[in-house]
Each structure stands twice: as structure tokens, then as C-alpha cells.
């Protein structure tokens, strides 16, 4: 089983840089893993912020992100990083990494229904 532990929360001005980080651990008991961010505002939904797929560097993000924030990984499938840069008081939210079976495409990526393992979530945020 894959276990995800989130770090590198904290308080930002708008315009501000921050990453996230994603340790991976465990085994992997079926295909190798896409790793995703989301993220989740006080009284709204979570929402699929970016992900990878750590077999082949395959990246999306949604469109309220793009050209903001980058996904990459560290190439030994064992941590995950979230660049965000541009940072908007809009982008506060509680932010998780999850780890979902194989390799989700676009249109898959961003369903929270695919990923079975998450982390606690670590507070990103913004003040104007």
C-alpha cells in the first residue's frame, strides 16, 4: 500500500512562491502510481489541483493553475513537489496529495474517486 505525507504549508503575500512536498512510501501492489494535488477551500468542493504520473512525467493541471504552478518529482518515484509561484489569495486552501492505481489520463486526474491513498493536508495561505 502507498502512503503520501504532505509538508511545506504556510502563510504567503499574493505574488509569493511556496512548494509542497509529497514523500511516497510503500509498495507498490498493482502499477506505478500517479500522484495528485488537490485542494479544498472552506465551504467548497476539493478540487484536483495537478498530478503526474511518476513512470512517465506525465503532467496536468487545471486551467486556474496552468502556468502558475508546476508538478515534478524528485526521479526516484519517492517525492513529489508542487512549485507555485503567482500565488493569489484565492489559491488558500488545505491542500492534499493523494495516490491513485496506475496512470490517469485527462479527464481522470482531477476524480477523487481514483485515488485511494491521501495525506492529512497541509494549509497553504494567501493574504492579499
Known amino acids: 500500500q502507498v502512503q503520501v505525507v504532505e509538508s511545506g504549508g504556510g502563510s504567503v503575500q499574493a505574488g509569493g512562491s511556496l512548494t509542497l512536498s509529497c514523500a511516497v512510501s510503500g509498495r507498490y501492489a498493482y502499477s506505478t502510481p500517479t500522484i495528485g494535488w488537490f485542494r479544498q477551500a472552506p465551504g467548497k468542493e476539493r478540487e484536483g489541483v495537478a498530478s503526474?504520473?511518476?513512470?512517465?512525467?506525465?503532467?496536468y493541471y487545471a486551467d486556474s493553475v496552468k502556468g502558475r504552478f508546476t508538478i515534478s518529482q524528485d526521479g526516484a518515484e519517492e517525492t513529489v513537489y508542487l512549485r507555485m509561484d503567482s500565488l493569489k489569495p484565492e489559491d488558500t486552501a488545505m491542500y492534499y496529495c493523494?495516490?491513485?492505481?496506475?496512470?490517469?489520463?485527462?479527464?481522470?486526474?482531477?476524480?477523487?474517486?481514483?485515488?485511494?491513498?491521501w495525506g492529512q493536508g497541509t494549509q497553504v495561505t494567501v493574504s492579499a
Open positions: 493523494a495516490a491513485g492505481r496506475g496512470f490517469l489520463r485527462d479527464g481522470m486526474w482531477d476524480d477523487r474517486s481514483y485515488y485511494r491513498s
Open positions: 503526474i504520473y511518476l513512470a512517465g512525467d506525465i503532467t
